[in-house]
């Protein structure tokens, strides 16, 4: 048990529509990271957030965007789904320090994930 | 750019010692991650090192060597339930603000058998 919750944990999206992933980070945690997992293969980075602000982005179009709240929680959004869009969405909770998140530490626990299919 | 190789697939014996190897060549380096995904599931943190050597949890044991951009993740007295993927991950460090992305291998698959 991680303590970091997404939700929905699966849904099924027509391609096209537009889809919101949710995701609360640990306790003491302050940075989210998305990742997108296709099957068979690993983890692959989307964004991450830091105090608010995207803090760092993957090889992913500009469809895809996030947000986070003041209590560090945090929003993946899905815009003109994809076939290819298809895959297990993971958030993954972390803690960074210091004015530009330069300071981190050892734990990166994940969510237990949304699985989404595109249809 | 990050590239990370591990091998596919692995077999080995309940009871048994098994190392999974992971190669990486990264533009940074902030750390290498071990996780532990069975299927359906999310990844589970195993272990993590950022200096050279070997760090012991329990009956797993990870080892780093930057030098030779190497690590590999030893796992002793095999059970049945040992039986999922295994992602090497590295963890990055780009720009000012310093991305702290992990790239991951694709993973290896170990089946455990009785």
């Known amino acids: 048990e991680t303590g970091v919750t997404q939700s929905p944990t699966h849904l099924i999206k027509t391609r096209g529509q537009q889809v919101t992933l949710r995701c609360s980070s640990q306790s003491g945690h302050n940075t989210v990271s998305w990742y997108q997992q296709a099957l068979g293969q690993g983890p692959q980075f989307i964004f991450q957030?830091?105090?608010?602000?995207?803090?760092g982005r993957g090889n992913f179009p500009p469809r895809f965007s996030g947000l986070q709240f003041p209590n560090y929680s945090s929003e993946l959004n899905v815009n003109a789904l994809e076939l290819d869009d298809s895959a297990l969405y993971l958030c993954?909770?972390?803690?960074?320090?210091?004015?530009?998140?330069?300071?981190?530490?050892?734990?990166?626990?994940f969510g237990e994930g949304s699985w989404l299919t595109v249809v | 750019g990050q590239n990370i190789d591990q091998p596919t697939e692995m077999t080995a014996t309940e009871g048994a010692i098994v190392q999974i190897n992971c190669t990486y060549q990264t533009s940074g380096f902030n750390g290498l991650f071990w996780y532990q995904q069975h299927a359906g599931e999310a990844p589970t943190f195993l272990s993590y090192?950022?200096?050279?050597g070997l760090e012991e949890k329990g009956r797993f044991s990870s080892f780093l060597s930057r030098s030779k951009g190497y690590s590999y993740l030893l796992l002793k007295e095999l059970q049945m339930k040992d039986s999922a993927s295994y992602l090497c991950a590295v963890r990055d460090q780009r720009g000012p603000t310093g991305r702290r992305a992990l790239t991951f291998g694709s993973g290896t698959r170990l089946q455990v058998q009785p």
């Open positions: 993954a909770s972390s803690f960074l320090r210091g004015a530009a998140g330069s300071l981190s530490g050892n734990t990166i626990y």
């Open positions: 957030y830091y105090r608010e602000e995207e803090n």
């Open positions: 090192n950022v200096l050279d």
